[in-house]
């Protein structure tokens, strides 16, 4: 299949330049193009000014900032874009201009360059009219700040080819985005819901109901947000808003504009917002607060679900990822339960005369966060949560071992691949889940969830079909220790491992302890464990933890069944590992405690780094952990101390301060 290699952005506003540099990231030769050479130098010097600040935050080298503008060319000749892959439209939302640009386009592109718009609003089939090949042709909207925020809806028009969605889903993995794909609807996923929640607010105000403050700071708590409608308002635009809205006007009454946001809109001016301290309370104003603005997104929602225009999980992600929220419209509506959530949505239409939607209840909120393909011989299984960061809980692990089974059973496949979506393989368990029943004194369901976990990374191991974990990104802790169940472990470049464990207060519960000895010996797997180092795709295939490191175009070829698993040459560790390995091994946990160790194999400055690192570790996780590599039981013999480890204080505190440097006492 093709490789976008070339991306090309038309429109150096706010959306293009953002777009243009977070491609120029990942690696694509990007052309960024507009009217005039005027606004394609403010575009290109925008994205010099964010990146000069990203050294300075240190989120990039220098070099790296060089290696990225290298790789920008800016034009104000759309000639200049026969040589893309891909280009993707990002002017202002004028149907009209939008209409000219993609006519033009057209003549100018090459036959099997796709063709994308970023429209936030308008129909993809309907703009596909203006393109040559309606094939090539799909809609990709990505959300404001395109650099940094994940999200992209992918939108198939009612001519895009099968060729054109796989190309699309495979540029949105290798640009860094997290994609949700949508049937072709005014508002898409996002919009749909998101532009009638701003739309209420303002009603809210006009009504007399409350301030804007007060709006705000109820809109925050209730939905777990770091700000309200009207600063979000403010942020992007009051009148992207009303624009916005406008187009979904179509649905009926409760998407009309309300008149207070036209009237700001056309005035040019931000919302006016005070301080939120010390407001005052009224139960019954944030009462009718609270319950408009959950029926607006319960409603929607559940008429997103009505009209197929999309899964329970695309908008719950679509609301994580794309606009920050903790919790989804699926996932709130969950946690209200059926009653009260038909209660809201009930008071919501009596106001403005709609229809009760029918996807309300369990049957319709369910969501998914493993999926399995099977296309010939090859099963792909995909962790697929990327707003947790594929992290493994109850919902995971029950979908992971289905999916597993349905591949394992199929006499057809040969081979099994699991892989992650997003930044992640898989970021570890779940720590909420261990907080919350540790906080509860509810210890056996930890034991029996972790019981459970190993059952299903059993059943993987125990496998006879050929199972091949690809490191995608992030490998820690229990998504470390699944990787361990695979015959095969291969890396993509920028992949990252390790056993945190130690450094927050418990050990490997899921077969880490056994199955890192078992594929890369005694002492490296007591340097992975009692460290905690996090270790680069480099050092994991130097160590022997990856068999082999793939680019993404590997990647995508070996899961597609384009080409078969690469043949893996095991190498002798160098001598850098070898010494770790040999220090590891000859020492006991009692030796490093009483400095009376023996350093032959690394350097006496070495060997103290190693154990300072030690030193800042939970000791009772270090000790259970050493004690269980020692003994070597199997992986259930894990299960024997977890009790004991979860019920430490040490386990709460560590568990508690993920990313801080804390003090454990040993208790």
Same mark, same amino acid.
Request: net charge neutral.
């Given at each position: 299949?093709?490789?976008?290699?070339?991306?090309?952005?038309?429109?150096?506003?706010?959306?293009?330049?953002?777009?243009?540099?977070?491609?120029?990231?990942?690696?694509?030769?990007?052309?960024?193009?507009?009217?005039?050479?005027?606004?394609?130098?403010?575009?290109?010097?925008?994205?010099?000014?964010?990146?000069?600040?990203?050294?300075?935050?240190?989120?990039?080298?220098?070099?790296?900032?060089?290696?990225?503008?290298?790789?920008?060319?800016?034009?104000?000749?759309?000639?200049?874009?026969?040589?893309?892959?891909?280009?993707?439209?990002?002017?202002?939302?004028?149907?009209?201009?939008?209409?000219?640009?993609?006519?033009?386009?057209?003549?100018?592109?090459?036959?099997?360059?796709?063709?994308?718009?970023?429209?936030?609003?308008?129909?993809?089939?309907?703009?596909?009219?203006?393109?040559?090949?309606?094939?090539?042709?799909?809609?990709?909207?990505?959300?404001?700040?395109?650099?940094?925020?994940?999200?992209?809806?992918?939108?198939?028009?009612?001519?895009?080819?099968?060729?054109?969605?796989?190309?699309?889903?495979?540029?949105?993995?290798?640009?860094?985005?997290?994609?949700?794909?949508?049937?072709?609807?005014?508002?898409?996923?996002?919009?749909?819901?998101?532009?009638?929640?701003?739309?209420?607010?303002?009603?809210?105000?006009?009504?007399?109901?409350?301030?804007?403050?007060? #709006? $705000?700071?109820?809109?925050?708590?209730?939905?777990?947000?770091?700000? &309200? *409608?009207?600063? /979000? !308002?403010?942020?992007? +635009?009051?009148?992207?808003?009303?624009?916005?809205?406008?187009?979904?006007?179509?649905?009926?009454?409760?998407?009309?504009?309300?008149?207070?946001?036209?009237?700001?809109?056309?005035?040019?001016?931000?919302?006016?917002?005070?301080?939120?301290?010390?407001?005052?309370?009224?139960?019954?104003?944030?009462?009718?607060?609270?319950?408009?603005?959950?029926?607006?997104?319960?409603?929607?929602?559940?008429?997103?679900?009505?009209?197929?225009?999309?899964?329970?999980?695309? #908008? $719950?992600?679509?609301?994580?990822?794309?606009?920050?929220?903790?919790? &989804? *419209?699926?996932? /709130? !509506?969950?946690?209200? +339960?059926?009653?009260?959530?038909?209660?809201?949505?009930?008071?919501?239409?009596?106001?403005?005369?709609?229809?009760?939607?029918?996807?309300?209840?369990?049957?319709?909120?369910?969501?998914?966060?493993?999926?399995?393909?099977?296309?010939?011989?090859?099963?792909?299984?995909?962790?697929?949560?990327?707003?947790?960061?594929?992290?493994?809980?109850?919902?995971?692990?029950?979908?992971?071992?289905?999916?597993?089974?349905?591949?394992?059973?199929?006499?057809?496949?040969?081979?099994?691949?699991?892989?992650?979506?997003?930044?992640?393989?898989?970021? &570890?368990?779940?720590?909420?889940?261990?907080?919350?029943?540790?906080?509860?004194?509810?210890?056996?369901?930890?034991?029996?969830?972790?019981?459970?976990?190993?059952?299903?990374?059993?059943?993987?191991?125990?496998?006879?079909?050929?199972?091949?974990?690809?490191?995608?990104?992030?490998?820690?802790?229990?998504?470390?220790?699944?990787?361990?169940?695979?015959?095969?472990?291969?890396?993509?470049?920028?992949?990252?491992?390790?056993?945190?464990?130690?450094?927050?207060?418990?050990?490997?519960?899921?077969?880490?302890?056994?199955?890192?000895?078992?594929?890369?010996?005694?002492?490296?797997?007591?340097?992975?464990?009692?460290?905690?180092?996090?270790?680069?795709?480099?050092?994991?295939?130097?160590?022997?933890?990856?068999?082999?490191?793939?680019?993404?175009?590997?990647?995508?070829?070996?899961?597609?069944?384009?080409?078969?698993?690469?043949?893996?040459?095991?190498?002798?560790?160098?001598?850098?590992?070898?010494?770790?390995?040999?220090?590891?091994?000859?020492?006991?946990?009692?030796?490093?405690?009483?400095?009376?160790?023996?350093?032959?194999?690394?350097?006496?400055?070495?060997?103290?780094?190693?154990?300072?690192?030690?030193?800042?570790?939970?000791?009772?996780?270090?000790?259970?952990?050493?004690?269980?590599?020692?003994?070597?039981?199997?992986?259930?013999?894990?299960?024997?101390?977890?009790?004991?480890?979860?019920?430490?204080?040490?386990?709460?505190?560590?568990?508690?301060?993920?990313?801080?440097?804390?003090?454990?006492?040993?208790?």
């Amino acid at each position: 299949m093709k490789t976008i290699k070339t991306v090309g952005v038309v429109g150096a506003g706010t959306m293009g330049a953002a777009l243009a540099q977070k491609f120029a990231q990942e690696g694509f030769n990007v052309i960024l193009a507009d009217r005039a050479m005027n606004f394609v130098e403010k575009g290109i010097n925008n994205i010099k000014s964010v990146l000069t600040e990203g050294v300075e935050r240190k989120v990039f080298t220098a070099d790296q900032v060089n290696s990225f503008l290298s790789s920008l060319k800016g034009t104000d000749k759309l000639e200049d874009l026969k040589v893309c892959d891909l280009v993707v439209e990002a002017i202002f939302e004028n149907f009209e201009a939008k209409k000219e640009l993609f006519t033009t386009l057209s003549s100018i592109l090459r036959d099997d360059c796709i063709l994308a718009t970023n429209t936030s609003s308008y129909s993809v089939t309907e703009l596909s009219a203006f393109v040559k090949l309606p094939s090539r042709f799909v809609g990709l909207h990505f959300f404001y700040h395109a650099a940094k925020n994940r999200l992209v809806e992918i939108i198939p028009g009612a001519n895009t080819s099968e060729e054109t969605i796989e190309l699309t889903k495979r540029f949105a993995v290798l640009a860094g985005k997290d994609a949700i794909s949508c049937r072709d609807a005014n508002g898409f996923v996002v919009n749909r819901f998101f532009v009638p929640w701003l739309n209420e607010s303002v009603r809210l105000l006009a009504e007399g109901v409350a301030s804007i403050e007060k #709006i $705000d700071e109820v809109c925050m708590k209730v939905f777990g947000i770091g700000m &309200g *409608p009207f600063a /979000l !308002m403010n942020a992007t +635009g009051v009148p992207v808003a009303y624009h916005a809205e406008k187009t979904l006007e179509v649905f009926g009454k409760l998407y009309l504009v309300a008149d207070a946001l036209k009237v700001q809109a056309e005035s040019g001016k931000i919302w006016p917002i005070g301080a939120m301290e010390n407001l005052p309370v009224h139960e019954a104003a944030e009462k009718q607060i609270r319950d408009r603005m959950l029926g607006v997104i319960f409603f929607v929602a559940s008429q997103l679900l009505d009209e197929k225009v999309c899964t329970a999980t695309d #908008i $719950d992600r679509g609301a994580k990822i794309g606009l920050r929220w903790r919790k &989804g *419209p699926v996932e /709130l !509506m969950k946690e209200i +339960g059926e009653a009260e959530v038909k209660r809201v949505i009930s008071d919501l239409i009596k106001i403005y005369d709609m229809k009760m939607p029918v996807s309300i209840g369990a049957d319709f909120w369910k969501t998914e966060s493993v999926k399995v393909t099977v296309k010939n011989d090859v099963a792909v299984i995909q962790m697929d949560q990327p707003e947790s960061m594929n992290a493994l809980n109850e919902q995971s692990m029950s979908q992971l071992e289905a999916c597993f089974t349905k591949a394992d059973e199929d006499a057809n496949v040969k081979t099994i691949y699991i892989i992650g979506s997003g930044k992640a393989f898989v970021a &570890g368990a779940d720590i909420k889940f261990f907080v919350k029943n540790i906080k509860k004194g509810k210890l056996d369901d930890i034991q029996t969830f972790t019981a459970y976990g190993q059952k299903v990374f059993d059943k993987i191991d125990n496998s006879k079909k050929k199972v091949v974990a690809i490191l995608n990104g992030l490998a820690l802790g229990g998504g470390l220790e699944l990787a361990f169940c695979a015959d095969v472990i291969l890396a993509l470049p920028k992949a990252q491992l390790a056993f945190p464990e130690t450094g927050i207060g418990i050990y490997p519960g899921l077969g880490g302890t056994q199955r890192s000895v078992r594929k890369i010996g005694k002492g490296l797997g007591k340097y992975l464990i009692h460290t905690g180092k996090m270790l680069s795709s480099k050092e994991a295939a130097e160590m022997g933890i990856v068999d082999k490191i793939i680019s993404t175009d590997e990647m995508f070829a070996l899961l597609s069944g384009e080409t078969k698993l690469p043949e893996i040459k095991k190498s002798p560790l160098n001598a850098h590992w070898q010494g770790i390995s040999d220090f590891f091994e000859k020492n006991s946990l009692q030796d490093f405690l009483s400095r009376n160790y023996s350093n032959h194999s690394i350097s006496k400055e070495d060997a103290e780094k190693l154990l300072k690192t030690m030193s800042f570790k939970a000791p009772i996780a270090i000790r259970i952990a050493d004690k269980l590599i020692d003994e070597a039981l199997g992986c259930s013999s894990e299960l024997t101390h977890l009790k004991e480890i979860f019920s430490t204080s040490d386990a709460l505190l560590g568990l508690t301060s993920i990313g801080k440097r804390v003090e454990y006492s040993g208790k």
